[in-house]
């Protein structure tokens, strides 16, 4: 069993909201932090949130006011709340996590275990 699963894509019109889940399996979040990328057609996976264990937040420049990541300990639920969604956010959308240190986690490599990912569609 993949220790992240991604739950929540789907197919939406331009200006619409998705919310995204990650649930864990095996392990506690409060110890990890964690991350949302995506991956579109032809592209390399890119950042587009994190959050530490001290919840401290970091979004990649194209989701800063529109994109939400917040987790619950008590579920062991990761969450990205996506609002005013545009053509160019459809990709791959894939949770992830790691262990050690604080601050901004907006990068590939930082991470140790990946969920499968899960289809976000915007149209236009």
């Known amino acids: 069993q993949a220790p992240l699963v991604e739950s929540g894509g789907g197919s939406v019109q331009a200006g619409g909201s998705l919310r995204l889940s990650c649930a864990a399996s095996?392990?506690?979040?409060?110890?990890?932090?964690m991350g949302w990328f995506r991956q579109a057609p032809g592209k390399e996976r890119e950042a587009v949130a994190s959050?530490?264990?001290?919840?401290?937040?970091s979004y990649a420049d194209s989701v800063k006011g529109r994109f939400t990541i917040s987790n619950d300990n008590a579920k062991n639920t990761l969450y990205l709340q996506m609002n005013s969604l545009k053509p160019e956010d459809t990709a791959i959308y894939y949770c992830?996590?790691?262990?050690?240190?604080?601050?901004?986690?907006?990068?590939?490599?930082?991470?140790?275990?990946w969920g499968l990912g899960t289809q976000v569609t915007v149209s236009s």
């Open positions: 992830a996590a790691g262990i050690g240190g604080l601050g901004p986690k907006l990068r590939v490599g930082y991470y140790r275990f």
């Open positions: 959050i530490d264990t001290n919840g401290y937040t």
């Open positions: 095996g392990y506690s979040y409060s110890s990890y932090y």
